[in-house]
């Protein structure tokens, strides 16, 4: 079974400039998330889906962050314009749609390293 | 809201010693709880996770985890320490009806030689 690919790894950009990041979750399932992981930080939700409807963006700073996930499948997450705070990891993971206990284990990404000039 | 603590910011231990990695959580009621590890320039891969039953769960790589009830803990133990475990341990808790992880600060652990 093939895991959550994530792309670019990497990326380096001077701020004010926009970026974007691209996930796939693993084939099936319903619910993606994405996380920001700031340097000696644990990950923090940005965006919930579930299917293509947003469940939790409460965390989300709307004025400059987006993310949408068409057909319920891939994901894309942007930034614009960024600032220097926004330097971090970018972690997409995706969780199935099961009745039990398994529907909260998540799986993650390698994720985006982004670094902001 | 529910809360993570892991009290240990860095933790450096020998090759064949043992290890306790301690967290700490916040919620009003019984919680899924996790531990992922962290190696440099990867994702996070799930170790263990406690959703009810035996308190004493066993994880891959040789970690186990005891939830402690009394305690709001859920310690990562591993008898004797491989090189290769060097990396971030992050434990996550999540609140049943809500999916996404709320995770602590991460322990990172260096094996001595």
């Known amino acids: 079974e093939a895991g959550v690919a994530q792309s670019p790894r990497y990326k380096i950009i001077e701020k004010r400039q926009s970026v974007a990041f691209w996930c796939n979750p693993i084939s099936g399932h319903a619910t993606l998330y994405w996380y920001q992981q700031i340097l000696g930080q644990g990950p923090k939700l940005l965006i919930q889906?579930?299917?293509?409807?947003?469940?939790?963006d409460s965390q989300l700073p709307k004025d400059r962050f987006s993310a949408e996930r068409l057909k319920g499948v891939d994901s894309t997450l942007k930034i614009q314009p960024a600032k220097l705070e926004d330097s971090a990891v970018y972690l997409c993971?995706?969780?199935?749609?099961?009745?039990?206990?398994?529907?909260?284990?998540?799986?993650f990404g390698p994720g985006t390293r982004l670094t902001v000039t | 809201a529910q809360s993570v603590t892991q009290p240990d910011i860095h933790i450096t231990v020998s090759e064949g010693a043992s290890l306790e990695l301690r967290c700490n959580y916040s919620y009003g009621a019984t919680p899924y709880l996790f531990w992922y590890v962290q190696s440099p320039g990867q994702g996070l891969q799930l170790l263990l996770k406690?959703?009810?039953?035996?308190?004493l769960v066993q994880g891959i790589k040789g970690f186990e985890a005891e939830f402690k009830r009394s305690q709001s803990s859920f310690n990562l133990r591993k008898p004797s320490v491989h090189w290769s475990d060097a990396a971030e341990y992050f434990c996550a808790v999540v609140g049943t009806g809500r999916r996404a992880l709320t995770f602590g600060s991460g322990t990172r652990l260096q094996v001595q030689p």
């Open positions: 993971a995706s969780s199935s749609q099961n009745r039990d206990g398994t529907a909260y284990e998540q799986y």
């Open positions: 406690y959703f009810s039953g035996d308190t």
């Open positions: 889906f579930q299917n293509n409807g947003v469940v939790d």
